[in-house]
Structures are given as structure tokens and as C-alpha cells.
């Protein structure tokens, strides 16, 4: 047991080392950005926000709940971003909310590896402390891969999660576009014979946007139900062993949300019953989070060559389909 | 005799010992040789500028500011307004 806790508490040196790292960067982008107040402070009161998860026992109105507290977490963010950043654009100030959530996300792990040591070590409890020494090294890839993203998020470089926006953006090839919910934009192309409604995040800013919400209100309101089809483009996680860039098509509402936006998709679909088809592109953690590869990259042209063959196979000429490319749109405009 | 198969006990043990010794450090090492194999892959991210209308295309380093769409320079071939077709990390190959 004593071997077990040295090797973990060398681990957790390792990502201590990071979740500082990670806020010294942090900090030193709001001190560029020109804040208003004392970075640390500021970075410290972010670092811990926390939020309570909706009562699961009564399901009513459940996802509702969510999407709200979701909602109110995101504007206490951005708001708070804002009052201490008024200078720094929209975009800026949409790359440093993700690079804090990195750093929280590190000082978390940080957190939780330090609390099961410690408990450990007082209880002398020895299957929790072999439990975290089998499991250290994956906690330390993990530490490692939200260190590695920092740099993307702080350059704007586009990550392997924007693949969706990518390939959508591409649909667009710089057709005009409205924002028709919040951080959320839809413009309209002829492909096929078919109109298509292209659904992204509003970029190059890192922001996944609400695609859900977007979806509900052009089926709903603008179109009246009346669409053949809905396909979605998003990145999904591989198994090891499978090849990077990959992609395969299914059924389905292609989104890793905690759920409030799945659930529109799905209640739209539903409700006007109109299928619902997914393409995902393969990759693992690490690649989703850092710097677009160039296999995932490559894999736009395969995405549209599927999207105009399910086009050609599943509807007809004239019909109304729906294209949503979900993920965050960091270094990708439309 | 007892102490003749003494000695031969002793050097079957010792042998043993020595090769699981030699076990170890060879898998030691080369875990440590995989460790730093690993470790030094690294990617390096570029930027590709694609015109629009004759196709022509360059691939220059990742630089800060850059995002896909952004407006470019002119196309040496066409004179039309370059984009930027896409961003993406390339892994560098080490020199040997």
C-alpha cells in the first residue's frame, strides 16, 4: 500500500503541475485581454463554480429544468467574462470561456485524485487506494488532454469536436446566414434539387451554440413540419483500435449534450415524424479537444459525399431536408 | 552429498533469479523506450488557402487569427480573393 500511494502522489504532482500551469495561462490571457480586476481572484471564483442538478426522481418537466439551470450558468459566465473583458470581442471572449472551463475541468481532477488519497491514507482503506493506482494513468492522459487543448483554445485553432460546423460550413461555402437563436446561425442552399437549411454554431468563436432549440424553431415555426428529412454531422468517440477520421451513418439525434438539446431534436423529429439520420465522424478524446487532425480534417469531403447520396436515396427533388452540424465551432466561421 | 545438492539448489535459484531479474529490466526498458516514443509525437498545425474559383491552393503555418472562411490574399492565377479552405495539425516527422 505504501508503494501504491507514493506512485499516486507522484501522479498527482504531475497534475497539480498542470491545473497550475493551465491557470497561469488563463491568467495571463486576461491580463492581456485588459481585465478590470485581479485575474487570480477572478480565475479562483470561476474555477469552483459549481451546479446542482435538477431533482431526477420527479421526471416532470425534467429536461426543462435543466436546459434552464444550464442556461443560467452559461449567462452568469458570460456575463461575468464581459464586466471584467468589455474591450475583448466576442469571439475572444468566447475562446477564454472555454479555456477557463479547461482549467476547471484540470483543477477538478486535480481535486477528487487529492480527496480520495487523502481518504485513503486515513482510513488505511486499501482497495480505494489500489482502485485509484490502477486508474491513475487514464487520469493522467485525461489531465494531459485538457492540458494540450488549451493551446487551441487559446490560438482558436479549430478542434476535432468541430468537424459538424466544418462540414456544415462547407455546405454553406459562404451562403447567407441569420442568427436564429442564440450563438446559433441557419443559411439555406440548393443541392440536389433539394433546399437545405444548414444549421451551425455561430463562429469562429469556440461555441457549440443550441442546435435543439434552432432545429425546433425552423421545423416548427418556419416550416411547419414540413420537412422530409433531418441529418446531423457530429464528432463521436472511437474504440481504441479504430481509425481516426472514420465515417459511419445511422439513426438517431447525433449530439452529446447533457440533454435538454437531444430531447428537442428527438420531440421535433417525433412530433412531425420526420426521420432522423446521423453521420459521425470517428475520433478518441484527446483528438476531439485538440487541433483539428488532418485524417478528421479529410473527412469533410465523405460526410457531403454521404449527405448528397442519403439526399438522392431518401428524398426526392424539391423536398425540404434539415443539416445540423454539431459541435464547437472554434476557428471555423460560416 | 547433502551439501553437493545444497550448492546445485542454490545455483538453480540463483539462476532463476538472475533471469527474472533480466526479465525485468528488459521490460522495464523497453516500456521506457515506448514511453519515449510516444512522447515525441507531435503535430504541427497548418493552414490551407483555397480559391474559390480556379481551385489553386497553398499551405502555409497555422497563424494566430486564423479561422476557416477568413478572407486571404489574391490568387496569383485568377486575381480572386483567396479563403481559408482549412485548418488542420499535421504530425511532424523527426528528422533521423
Redesign the interface.
Known sequence: MYLWIRNIKVHLAKIERLAKDAKARVIEVLRKGGIREDPEKFLNGLLQFFIIDPVRDEPTNLMRRLEHLLDVREHRLKDSIRRVLPDLGDFARANVEIMIEAARALDQIYRIVRHYLILGEKTSNWVLIMQLELEMPQIVKLAETYFKALDAFK????IGDGIGP?VA?SLL??AKVKEIVEDTVVGIVERKGRKLYVIKAK??GGTVGKPGEALKRIVEDELHGKVSRIIMIDAALKFEGEKTGEVIEGVGAAIGDPGPEKFKIESVAMKNNIPLDSIIIKQSLEEAI?????E???A?EEVIRKIDKGLEERTKEGDVVVVVGVGNTL???? | MEVLHEMQGLDIYGLLLIMLILFLISSLLRTLLERRRIGKEE?E??TLIKC?KCNYSEERS?Q???????PEKKCPKCGETM?IH?????KIVPRK
Open positions: 490560438d482558436g485553432k479549430p466544418l460550413a461555402n459562404g463562429g469562429p485538440t487541433p483539428m487532425r488532418k478528421i480534417s479529410d469533410v476557428g471555423i466561421a460560416q | 503535430y498545425t497548418k474559390p497555422f494566430v487569427g486564423d479561422y476557416v472562411l477568413k479563403r482549412r485548418i488542420y495539425a499535421v
